[in-house]
Each structure stands twice: as C-alpha cells, then as structure tokens.
C-alpha cells in the first residue's frame, strides 16, 4: 500500500470509530485509493448501516428531540457529562426535574432503540438542513498526503 494510501486508511478509520460505523466501508475506500470526496461519500453512504429506509434509521428522531431539550441545569463540561450524572450526585433532584421536562427525549429513544441503526449519512450535505445548522453531521475530509 502507498503512504497515502495508509495514511487516507488511518483517516477514514479515524472518523469511522468517532462515527461508530463498522470499518468495513472505510476499508474499502483506502483500499480502491478514492482521492476524492464525493467518491468517499459515495463509497462511506452506500454502506448497509447507512444506505436504510428512513423508517429503519434513528438518528433524525433523536437529534430532533435534541435540538428541542430545554437548558440543562448545570453547563456541560467537566463536572457536568455523561460520566458524572448519577442518583447519588448532590444535584440529582435538578437533573431529575430536567430530564422530566423533556418528554420528547424519552419518546424519541424509546422510539429509536427500535429502529435497525442509528443510519446517519456522512457528509455535511447529506443530511437534513436543520442538523447540518446545527452542526450535527460527519464531516469527512480527504487530502492528498503525497503533495507538499
């Protein structure tokens, strides 16, 4: 394999893992060498987990419900994530009383966990204007390694 070869591999499975993708769509773009980015897209979006009925994929009714949750009661952060949100926290009545006025949430991951996957696309323009403003898409970028 080529040095860009390896180093667009490494990229493509970089944003893959973020992404939580199967590899396998990014193994094959490394491996047919795809310079551009509507080729990767192409090649990343036609892949089974993605390329689904909008009836089977769940990402649109969870960042839906996302983008109408209220403010949290603490700024998200380092004292306030995923990892520090437990029943025996001192502030737990508060994210009790958030997470209970946010229904749409609770619906929309009810909701999803039975959908097939989570199915969203890669790219920027790929998925629906309201995500894309609120900046919730993958963002896939190839270079060429091998100039400069």
């Known amino acids: 394999m080529s040095r860009m070869s390896a180093q667009t591999s490494a990229q493509l499975l ?4 973020v992404a939580g993708v199967g590899l396998s769509p990014m193994a094959r773009a490394a491996n047919n060498e795809i310079a551009d980015l509507d080729s990767v ?3 990343l979006n036609d892949h089974g987990t993605i390329n689904v009925t909008r009836g089977a994929r769940s990402y649109e009714i969870i960042f839906d419900a996302y983008l109408d949750l209220t403010e ?10 995923l990892r520090t949100i437990h029943p ?12 209970e006025s946010n ?6 991951l009810a909701e999803g966990k039975d959908r097939t996957v989570f199915g969203m696309p890669y790219g920027r323009e ?7 403003d609120a900046g919730l898409y993958t963002a896939i970028a190839v270079e060429d390694l091998d100039e400069g």
């Open 14 to 17: 970089a944003c893959g893992l």
């Open 41 to 43: 897209l192409e090649e």
């Open 72 to 81: 949290p009661p603490f700024e998200i952060g380092e004292f306030f994530n």
């Open 88 to 99: 025996d926290m001192d502030d737990w009545a508060e994210v009790v009383d958030w997470a």
């Open 103 to 108: 229904p749409q949430m609770v619906d929309a």
């Open 126 to 132: 790929n998925v629906d204007g309201i995500h894309r």
